[in-house]
């Protein structure tokens, strides 16, 4: 059988509310994004695991609140008039792997400005991370105080429902037909993590695609290996 190129014809990430699956493992976030602008304080932080749907939920409130989104690492990138210039009238904030400004000194004084900046004005900012601000390694100790009076709403690891439902939409997401014993044999065997999920069903869908092969049971048997999958 002659192979086919394997093009890769997922589209880009939707960050629509259809889109977004809640869980038990998410509701907490969910409810703390739902409930701006009534938060206690000026800044608030989203904690969890790669591909838990931080990001996700950073661009529902964005949307919602019409919020700047930056990612952590642009902080070190421009200089403090240049951040003010691409706020103008915006005064809500999302920094996405916000994390990234720790031991960056100008990122910390960006942070830490912009911070001041949204609290003066009555302003919102929205981190996200994988971990809570009081691990973060700042330097700067007036940002480390501000950071640790920050709300957190954490994301917990996803549980089977979650776990089934991503891979669904990530099959469906790519044109790819499945059936349920293709979900409950990986959902079985897979590393808990919705970042785990999106890596297995490309590999599964370039393979499939390669060999010009249906997803089944079969075909995840002879990847297992590559897949990283356990005995189930």
Known sequence: MSKQ???????????????FLPAEANATALAWVDRWPDWPGPASVLVGPAGSGKTHLLHLWAARA???????AALDQ?????????????????????DAVAGRPHAEQ????????????????????RTAPARWRVQ??????????????EIGAPDDALLSAV?????????????????????????????????IVARIDR????????????????MAPELGLGEG
């Open 66 to 72: 019409q919020a700047l989104y930056l990612q952590g």
């Open 110 to 129: 960006q942070l830490f400005h912009l911070y001041n900046w949204l609290r003066e004005r009555g302003g919102s900012l929205l981190l996200a991370s």
């Open 140 to 153: 700067l100790p007036d940002l480390a105080s501000r950071l640790r009076a920050a709300a957190v709403a």
């Open 207 to 222: 393979r499939a695609l390669a060999e010009q092969r249906a997803v089944s049971v079969k075909l995840l048997r002879d």
């Open 167 to 199: 891979l669904v939409k990530l099959f469906h997401d790519r044109q790819v037909a499945i059936t349920e014993d293709v979900v409950q044999y990986l959902v079985r065997r897979m590393e808990r993590s919705l970042s785990a999920a999106g890596a």
């Open 78 to 98: 421009p200089d403090l008039a240049t951040l003010f210039d691409m706020l103008g009238d915006v005064r809500q904030v999302a920094v996405d792997e916000a």
């Open 5 to 19: 190129l394997p093009f890769d014809l997922a589209g880009p990430p939707s960050y629509g509310r259809a889109d």
